[in-house]
């Protein structure tokens, strides 16, 4: 069955950086893919999606200027690098992704496939 792994979490201290990466297993073809994070008694919240084949890219605002998604089609595998880390980007980040293109509101949608999610915490 389809999986998506994810890997690269850690704790960083306020301003640096760290690179998430999500392998895609058992999925192929036309996706949209992203990352959402979670912190405990609060919503999931979409932080960087691709959204298309020509790679449209969505951000939330909290992390615009900070965050690049980005994807390597011959790992079957989407990155997101984190720059100038804040304490409030502490989080439980997950990987999900939807088969074929999606619009501009996949952000603050559900996507069906989730990844296991991958601790980031970053200490002031």
């Known amino acids: 069955q389809v999986q998506l792994v994810e890997s690269g979490g850690g704790s960083v201290q306020a301003g640096g950086s760290l690179r998430l990466a999500c392998q895609f297993y058992r999925f192929y073809g036309s996706k949209c893919m992203g990352w959402f994070r979670q912190v405990p008694g609060k919503e999931r919240e979409g932080v960087a999606g691709i959204i298309n084949g020509v790679g449209d890219t969505l951000y939330a605002d909290s992390v615009k200027g900070r965050f690049t998604i980005s994807q390597d089609n011959a790992k079957n595998t989407v990155y997101l690098q984190m720059n100038s880390l804040k304490p409030e980007d502490t989080a439980m980040y997950y990987c999900?992704?939807?088969?074929?293109?999606?619009?501009?509101?996949?952000?603050?949608?559900?996507?069906?496939?989730w990844g296991q999610g991958t601790q980031v915490t970053v200490s002031s």
């Open positions: 999900a992704a939807d088969y074929g293109w999606c619009g501009g509101n996949w952000l603050t949608s559900r996507p069906r496939y």
